[in-house]
């Protein structure tokens, strides 16, 4: 009879810490642009509320410089940060998985070693990739929407006040797409990294094990829990048309027991 391995969970730690960095990131260019976007809007500030000033001594062109200058910097500065935590945090995954793994087999009454393959190497460099990514967008995502946001104050003569409140509300939505992406990278990371350590060792398959969202879960998902599936095809999920695999989808919590096979199997 086939054996099935523990549960494993990502680190809620490592969640938290990867958050952290993110955010620790996004309130220094927060400062950075309120101080710098307000001072120049400020020192335009009569200009702006005077509708009938020709196209010529309308601020615009100024503001978007001012604005094109910060961005240029952030940018840089969010790529360069990009490469380094988004190395750190999937290194950190697979130290955690490994260890949880090597203890999840050792409870089930097996000894293994885990070594480099190439699955695992091509899913970890697939990751790490990923992660730069999302990284570069937080700001490459704000920039867009805070020039828009800038552009509309102009037209509109809105005071310096006004602007103020719309970029810390701007601000507030990047910090919980930032917190997204730590929390739904945390778990699509480890699952991946598990899935091709779990590979390496002969495991093909698993049960999927639902955890429930923190607010809602879905239906589908719910339906999945104790169902058997194949680690490279997941379970049919009729909300998105497709099979999935667990915490594949954003905000999916979901895990997997890992069937260990009989031999022979």
């Known amino acids: 009879m086939a054996k099935l391995l523990r549960p494993q969970r990502p680190n809620a730690g490592l969640r938290r810490e990867y958050e952290r960095k993110l955010l620790k990131l996004l309130d220094e260019m927060q400062q950075s642009v309120e101080y710098w976007l307000l001072t120049a809007y400020r020192q335009n500030a009569g ?21 094109k200058r910060l961005q240029r910097r ?34 089930a009454g097996f000894t293994v070693q885990m070594h480099p393959s190439r699955v695992l190497n ?51 939505v990047t910090r919980n797409r930032a917190k997204l992406i730590a929390r739904d990278q945390n778990n699509k990371a480890f699952q991946a990294i598990k899935r091709a350590e779990n590979q390496q060792l002969g495991i093909k398959e698993g049960i999927w094990v639902h955890v429930p969202g923190t607010k809602s879960s879905r239906k589908t998902h719910m339906k999945m829990n104790g169902k058997r599936f194949k680690l490279n095809e997941g379970l049919y999920d009729s909300d998105v048309k497709r099979k999935v695999l667990p915490g594949e989808l954003v905000a999916c919590n979901c895990v997997y027991r890992a069937v260990i096979p009989e031999f022979g199997d």
């Open 47 to 67: 200009r702006i509320a005077q509708d009938a000033a020709p196209p010529s001594q309308v601020p615009a062109s100024w503001m978007a410089w001012a604005l």
């Open 74 to 107: 952030w940018l840089r500065r969010w790529r360069d940060r990009a490469d380094r935590i988004a190395k750190w945090f999937v290194t950190r995954s697979q130290s955690i998985s490994q260890a949880q793994s090597i203890a999840a087999m050792k409870a």
């Open 122 to 172: 091509d899913t970890v460099k697939a990751l790490i990739a990923e992660n730069v990514s999302l990284i570069r967008s937080i700001p490459q995502q704000f920039f867009q929407q805070v020039e828009g946001l800038v552009q509309r104050s102009i037209i509109q003569g809105r005071d310096v006040a006004t602007l103020r409140d719309e970029l810390q509300g701007r601000f507030g």
